[in-house]
């Protein structure tokens, strides 16, 4: 390869383009573990067969809010596009036990929601 075409392949940053970033004060997070059938069409993440985010809002579906010892001092930060200056810190507010559940499909998945809020 040569010199000009290599210069035009390696990926850099812009400097006359600032990055931007409106990132939300709340961030969540959902692990799904222990069953065989995640809550989502088959190949397609995006297309979901429960309402994740909506059960979460709805306190009676969110069974158990505890905070463990060993997490409560937990955070989490993000950083765009490698820019130490748009850095942001999310620290943990609340842990819940999510019921998939629901009549049409039989989702045998636990879900354990995060709950981060900006600091």
């Not at 383009?17 to 088959?42: C, R, S």
């Not at 985010?53 to 969110?62: C, E, I, M, R």
């Amino acid at each position: 390869m040569d010199p000009s075409t290599l210069a035009g392949v390696v990926d850099r940053r812009n400097p006359e383009i600032a990055p931007t970033a409106k990132l939300p004060k709340v961030f969540k997070i959902a692990i799904l573990n222990g069953g065989l059938l995640l809550p989502f069409q088959k190949f397609n993440f995006a297309v979901p067969e429960v309402s994740l985010w909506g059960k979460y809002q709805d306190s009676a579906v969110a069974k158990d809010d505890f905070m463990p010892d060993d997490v409560s001092n937990m955070k989490i930060t993000l950083v765009v596009n490698g820019y130490d200056d748009m850095r942001y810190e999310y620290i943990l507010k609340r842990v819940s036990t999510i019921d998939l559940s629901n009549d049409d499909i039989d989702v045998d998945t636990d879900c354990t929601m995060l709950e981060f809020e900006a600091s």
